[in-house]
């Protein structure tokens, strides 16, 4: 069972992620930058396991990101290219 309390903490991070990451222009700097060192938009390929397991971290910590900031595909798409306009 989810307390109170605990909505209430989950929604206040929610607002940080989404006024730090979508509402300030370093935010949004910092997140594009995110999306890019993931290599969230590129194919794997072949690497020892190590590497692979080192992406996959931090593509699993951006699309913790992404769930919290609650963005749909073209959003992510948008802000990736760098069209901020209109993302939240």
Not at 23 to 31: A, C, D, N, R, V
Not at 59 to 72: C, G, K
Request: charged letters at 25%; a negative charge.
């Amino acid at each position: 069972m989810v307390k109170p309390t605990q909505n209430k903490v989950q929604a206040e991070i929610m607002q940080a992620y989404r006024e730090i990451f979508l509402h300030t222009p370093q935010g949004q700097i910092i997140f594009k930058d995110l999306l890019k060192s993931s290599g969230l938009f590129n194919i794997s390929g072949v690497q020892p396991d190590g590497a692979l397991q080192h992406m996959e971290g931090g593509r699993d910590m951006v699309r913790r990101i992404i769930t919290i900031l609650a963005l749909d595909e073209d959003q992510i798409t948008r802000i990736a290219i760098g069209d901020t306009t209109n993302v939240d």
